[in-house]
């Protein structure tokens, strides 16, 4: 697990501890629906960050950094009511030539409650031509580790 998880127990995948803030609550003081792609996002770049792709200046750190979101999708279950700590849970469903099919989970930092799940699908695109590109052989194995063990790739 990454230094930024939680110590929740899982089998496949990782958690990153994400903090909610007053600013991304509502006016009913529950979590607005679009604050939760945004904690997906910053809590897999985290991730990745740790692992080397990112960006630095303006410029990524790899080929890999430089992917674009094709499809999120999201069910929610029960509101994040208030400001403080939860987890993001996240995985790879499918690993493909140029695509990452994600799997999610926004859930109570024991993990006993699951506020939302969803999936995200991003692609990595070349700089030139902004065009589907392959992910590199790093970014594969780097990405491996976040398979669920019954996924394709």
Request: glycine share 8%; proline share 5%.
């Amino acid at each position: 697990m990454t230094t930024a998880t939680q110590t929740l127990s899982i089998a496949f995948g990782d958690t990153v501890r994400m903090p909610i803030h007053f600013d991304d609550l509502d006016a009913m003081g529950v979590l607005h629906n679009s604050r939760y792609a945004v904690l997906v996002e910053r809590a897999t770049a985290l991730w990745w960050t740790e692992h080397g792709v990112s960006f630095s200046g303006g410029r990524p750190t790899t080929p890999d950094a430089f992917n674009v979101v094709r499809e999120y999708g999201i069910t929610f279950h029960r509101p994040v009511t208030g400001t403080g700590d939860i987890n993001v849970h996240f995985w790879i469903d499918r690993l493909g030539t140029s695509s990452a099919e994600y799997g999610f989970r926004v859930t109570s930092l024991d993990g006993a409650t699951v506020f939302a799940e969803g999936r995200r699908v991003n692609v990595r695109v070349d700089r030139a031509t902004m065009r589907p590109a392959p992910w590199t052989d790093q970014g594969r194995r780097i990405a491996a580790t976040l398979l669920r063990p019954d996924s394709a790739s």
